[in-house]
Each structure stands twice: as C-alpha cells, then as structure tokens.
C-alpha cells in the first residue's frame, strides 16, 4: 500500500535559501518515491491567521506555488493543491470542531505563547487573539484527517499539532463508530538529517530574525547581495581559516558535493580570503538554483497556467475529499436521507443522485467455516467475482469496503496466471476471483469486476 504523505505550506513570505534546504527540497525528493503518494498543499486559510494583507497572501501564495514547481515537484504525480479551493476542508473542521475539547485547544503552544506576551505587557490573556489562532490546531487536522494521510513531515514546533490531530481523530472515531475507524492516526515525520541552514548572522536561517538569503526573487543579484552580507571574522587573506566556525559552511555543504566542501575547507584553513570563500559559496548555489530560477521566472510570468495546475489539483484532491464528506455527513446525521437501497450493500453513503437499486452488484459481508471474516462481491447475475482474504477482525473489513468505496486509493484488478485475478488497492491484494475455466473466461470475469468496482465506487 502507497504511504500517504501530507504536508501543509502556509502562505506567507517568500521562500528562501532554509525553506528550500529544509522543507522543499527533502519534500519533493521524498515524493518522488514509488511508494509514496503526496499531498502538498498551499495552507491559505492558515495564512489568514497570522495576516491580514490580501495583497501579501495573494503574492505570497503564487510564489510558494511557482517555487514549488519550480523546485521540481511534479504535479501529475503529487496532489499539489490550494486548501482554500478543497471546500470539504472546512466542512470537516467543523465535525471534528464540535467534538474537541476547549480544554485541549487551551493547551496549544501557540495559543499559550499569545496569552503569555499578553501577560508580559499586562494585557487581558486574550488580547488580539482571534479565533482563528485559537482553533488553529482543528483546522490542521481537518487537512490531514481529509485525506487520511499516514505521514505529515513537520518543524519540530508542530509536533503537538500532530498530537492534537490523533487526539481529535480519535475521538471522532470513537463517537462515530462505522464499519471501521474514519479516520487513521497520522504521525508525525522529522527528519533529523536535513540541514538547518544558518543565516547571515550565524541564528537560525529565519524570516523572523531578517537574515535570510533569497532563493528565486531578485535573482542572482540579490543572492550575491545576501551572500556579501555573511558575517565572518577580520582574518585578512592570506591568514589560515576555520571553516567550521564560519557561517559560510552550513550552506556551502548544503549545495556542494563532499569533495567540493573537503577542497573549501582545506581552501579556507591554507587563507583563501572571505571575498572568494563567498564567491564560491555563490557559485556553487547557482549551480543547482539557477536552472530552477529560470524556471520559476517562467511561471511566474504566466499566472493563468499556474491557476490551472493548482485547479487540476484541486480537482484529483476533491474526487477523494468530497465522497469521503458525504460519508462523514452520514456519520454525523446530517447527510442527504438515504435512498433505499439493498441492507447488505455495505455501502451507506451514496452518492446522492445516483440511484442504486436491488439489482446492481454488490458486496456481502459473511464468515467463513474458520470464523473469520470476508467478504465477496456478487455480480448483478448473483455469480461471486471475487472473495477477500480472512480477517480477524470484522472491522478490517469495513475499512477494506470503505477502501473500495472511495476513490482515495488506487484500486486495480490484475491477471494472475492464466485463468485467475486478483483486486488489489494501492497495489496490495485484498481479494481474488474464481479459479476460472480458461483465460477467455477468466477476461470476461475480470472486465465484469473491474465494471462492478466501478459502480460501487461511491
Ligand atoms: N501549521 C503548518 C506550519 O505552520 C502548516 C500546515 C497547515 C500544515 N496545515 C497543515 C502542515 C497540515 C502539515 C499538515 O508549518
């Protein structure tokens, strides 16, 4: 099964040289795997938060769009998005609002951090603080439990966010039993061997500190610029160097090759001066970064195109969000009334408009003569075309249902030798058809799963 991973990028600011060493660059790589599906999505409404600029959200959400891009990220293999075009996101914030304790949201750090500078200054705790910040932590999880993402890579400071969105998914779960738990825990993923870039001054690389180095606006200009502006000691050239106190390390390892970084240090320590240190460093950035420049110029130069790719995002994203809403409707008791439909269909939610009648195919729950639990599905004519694996727990069935309900995943049906097949979902077999007669017969079975699969598919 495909690792589902999800993160969330908030839309304010321009991305510099830290975000693209530690978050965009490991983010995309870690996509690339075969075994992952991605989810990055544009966090907006998160952006609104913190700022109240419009212009500076819609400047900041196109260039975290264009520098995503055109960092790599491939939009037809990741499910790149903006959260404020996935209207479920908020729907869902809702439910899982109305079943999270205040007591909880109290404890954020964020939030408590707020009051406590409040305090600082003798002001009311809540001074300035709007709900937004307050219910923050919901709305993060609405965006991970939507897609029921296994992984969220994160900043350290948002590791209790995570916590809060096991807690809230688990309370959901418990409150609203269905044929298996809605929503997965996701865990929390911090990756320790991604460098943290130092700024200009030797603090943190970070916005809030103004010592960053640009990655795409202002070109190479204002990355040479930045790059002047390094502090280092008053060693004259000519005078032995200790690059590993210096803050021109950390970011030359970042883009250099281990040899190129063994010949700087060795460089610096025989007195290569700080101007051509700095130099260096430049050159060896543009090497990766101007192509991706070039690129990102491009996109941004064509704001319609970018439009459209963030559309076609939202539109693969909605396909899995707004089924898998209308079952959470359900859940709560507020979905459409349910058409009557067959007792055993093991599909609840339905789509609305789409009339389901005795006939169709359909999937039955049953136990076998060892007491476990399965499943089959029965073509419209009554023949089975494929029985699930045993399973313990009656529970791992429904999740297995659901799986197949929902387009979240990838359900495939696939030859198996010569006369049988197999139905897989995110490439793992869940169920297998009939020992068939021939190949003829087995292909005609397997179109009529595939058909049946289809139909069922909420
Ligand atoms: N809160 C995250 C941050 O500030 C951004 C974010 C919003 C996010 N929703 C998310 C991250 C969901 C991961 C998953 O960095």
Redesign the pocket.
Same mark, same amino acid.
């Given at each position: 099964m495909k690792t589902r991973v999800?993160? #969330?990028?908030?839309t304010t600011g321009t991305p510099h040289l830290g975000n693209y060493v530690g978050a965009i660059r490991p983010a995309i790589r870690a996509s690339q795997q075969p075994e992952v599906q991605a989810f990055f999505?544009l966090?907006d409404f998160?952006a609104l938060i913190k700022c109240e600029d419009p212009q500076r959200i819609a400047r900041s959400r196109m260039e975290i769009a264009a520098t995503w891009l055109a960092a790599g990220l491939d939009p037809e293999r990741v499910l790149f998005y903006r959260?404020s075009d996935i209207i479920e996101i908020p729907e869902l914030c809702w439910l899982l609002t109305c079943v999270t304790g205040k007591g909880l949201m109290n404890r954020a750090h964020a939030y408590k951090a707020s009051v406590d500078a409040n305090r600082e200054k003798n002001l009311e705790d809540d001074d300035g603080i709007n709900m937004g910040l307050f219910s923050?932590p919901i709305?993060?999880a609405a965006?991970?439990l939507m897609f029921n993402?296994h992984k969220?890579?994160? #900043?350290r400071?948002?590791v209790q966010?995570?916590e809060m969105a096991r807690d809230i998914a688990q309370r959901f779960n418990h409150l609203y039993p269905g044929a298996g738990d809605w929503f997965v825990l996701p865990e929390a993923v911090i990756d320790e061997s991604v460098a943290t870039l130092t700024g200009l001054d030797g603090r943190k690389m970070s916005k809030s500190y103004h010592n960053t180095v640009p990655l795409f606006e202002g070109g190479t200009k204002a990355l040479k610029t930045a790059v002047a502006k390094i502090v280092t000691d008053s060693r004259e050239p000519g005078e032995p160097k200790d690059a590993h106190s210096s803050n021109l390390l950390p970011m030359f390892r970042a883009f250099a090759t281990a040899e190129q970084t063994q010949e700087f240090i060795e460089a610096l320590s025989d007195g290569m001066g700080w101007g051509q240190a700095k130099q260096s460093l430049v050159n060896v950035i543009e090497q990766e970064v101007a192509p991706l420049r070039d690129q990102y110029d491009q996109l941004m130069a064509r704001p319609d195109d970018l439009e459209d790719i963030l559309q076609a995002g939202a539109k693969r994203a909605r396909e899995i969000a707004s089924p898998f809403m209308a079952q959470l409707r359900q859940a709560v008791g507020i979905g459409a009334p349910s058409k009557s439909r067959p007792a055993d269909g093991g599909n609840q939610a339905g789509k609305a408009g789409k009339p389901k009648t005795g006939k169709g195919p359909r999937f039955v729950q049953f136990r076998d003569e060892q007491g476990l639990f399965r499943f089959k599905l029965i073509s419209q004519a009554g023949l089975t075309l494929c029985t699930s694996l045993a399973h313990q727990d009656p529970k791992q069935v429904g999740v297995i249902l659901r799986q197949l309900e929902l387009r979240a995943h990838a359900v495939t049906v696939e030859e198996e030798g010569e006369t049988g097949y197999l139905v897989l979902i995110d490439e793992q077999t869940v169920a297998q058809g009939p020992a068939c007669q021939d190949t003829v017969q087995r292909d005609g079975l397997l179109k009529t799963t595939q058909a049946a699969i289809e139909e069922l598919a909420a």
């Open positions: 999800l993160t #969330g990028i908030t999505f966090a998160h959260q923050y709305l993060m965006d991970i993402a969220v890579p994160v #900043g400071d948002q966010h995570l």
